[in-house]
């Protein structure tokens, strides 16, 4: 991605999908909307972007697909615990509890995924890279990260 830094400095970088979003420019997204009218335009920069579970979805899958590396950086994956009341197993429901209390604490400021999740993002991922055309695309591509 061509971008234009604070800095004034001008190239390809590797930035977070946050800096490039918070970054100054104008996104795909924004000439899309401007080329409906100014009007349009004004309101898509000035209100907030409500990020609806299919876009979060797309953005994991994106990230997934094509910044693999950095994905565990931003997202954590909900293990899947038996549920177990205290009165019918105590061992069993503290074994758990410490599962959930370190997975809090290891993914704190990440995405959380329920497996179930993940494993959607991983069939939509495994199903784009399957496809025939895919190693040419993205041989030819330059990813923004």
């Known amino acids: 991605m061509k971008t234009k830094r604070n800095n004034g400095e001008t190239g390809i970088f590797k930035i977070s999908n946050e800096e490039y979003h918070g970054s100054d420019g104008i996104s795909s997204t924004s000439?899309?909307?401007?080329?409906?009218?100014?009007?349009?335009?004004w309101h898509h920069i000035h209100s907030p972007i409500k990020q609806t579970d299919a876009m979060q979805f797309g953005t994991a899958v994106h990230e997934y697909l094509l910044e693999r590396a950095e994905f565990s950086k931003s997202y954590a994956i909900e293990p899947e615990i038996e549920k177990v009341y205290k009165k019918d197993n105590p061992e069993k429901y503290e074994e758990n509890?410490?599962?959930?209390?370190?997975?809090?604490?290891?993914?704190?400021?990440?995405?959380?995924?329920?497996?179930?999740?993940?494993?959607?993002?991983?069939?939509?991922?495994?199903?784009?890279?399957?496809?025939?055309?895919?190693?040419?695309?993205?041989?030819?591509?330059?990813?923004?990260?």
């Open 97 to 145: 509890k410490k599962i959930k209390e370190a997975f809090a604490e290891s993914s704190e400021g990440k995405i959380v995924l329920t497996a179930s999740s993940f494993n959607r993002v991983k069939a939509v991922a495994e199903s784009v890279e399957a496809h025939k055309k895919w190693n040419s695309l993205k041989a030819k591509s330059i990813c923004e990260v």
């Open 31 to 41: 000439l899309k909307v401007i080329q409906k009218s100014p009007k349009d335009f």
